[in-house]
């Protein structure tokens, strides 16, 4: 009988220690969760990256040096007709971006076919104000090229060659081109 009870005591001992683990692990992650910030304006991680584009575009200027960055991640990474082996109409996606006034990107899309020299040019203005800084990027495994997606995250506004190293950048310096744009 007292083996029983032994064991019983044993039981609910060690019921009562994995409770109170799985209760400090849920605790801890809840803990973890609940802290992660979105990235500060002020980040020691931005104020480098921003710095490093200064110098490297020779400006003082944020929004210059982001302007010029995105423009030379855009023009060094655009979708040429050369990458569509195999599509029927293969064309040049270009794209350059600038701003307008106050608050305002104006992207523009130029469109060059390569069978019929045909050319397309569009722009979209943006109003950054009020929208998500954060700017999201798709790169589908079997496709050609990589997509920047707008505030909705399923409307493409840029589309490069399938490089993920520079989609993750071109996104990069747009967010912060965003985020430069909407503090004034």
Known sequence: MTFYRDLNMLQYFYRSILTARWLALSLVAAATFSVAEPLSLDSSEQVNYLSQLKRQHG?????AALLAEVNRLLSEHALRAG?????????????????A???????????????NNAMEVRSNRINVFGADPFVSYACPAQGIRCVIFGEDKKTAILTIVRDQ???KNLARAFSYLIRNIQRG
């Open 165 to 167: 190293q520079a989609a």
């Open 83 to 99: 990458y569509q082996v195999g599509h029927s109409n293969p064309q040049d996606f270009l794209y350059s971006v600038s701003v």
């Open 101 to 115: 006034q106050q608050g305002d990107l104006i992207i523009r899309e130029e469109i060059r076919s390569s069978q």
């Open 59 to 63: 400006t003082s200027n944020e929004r």
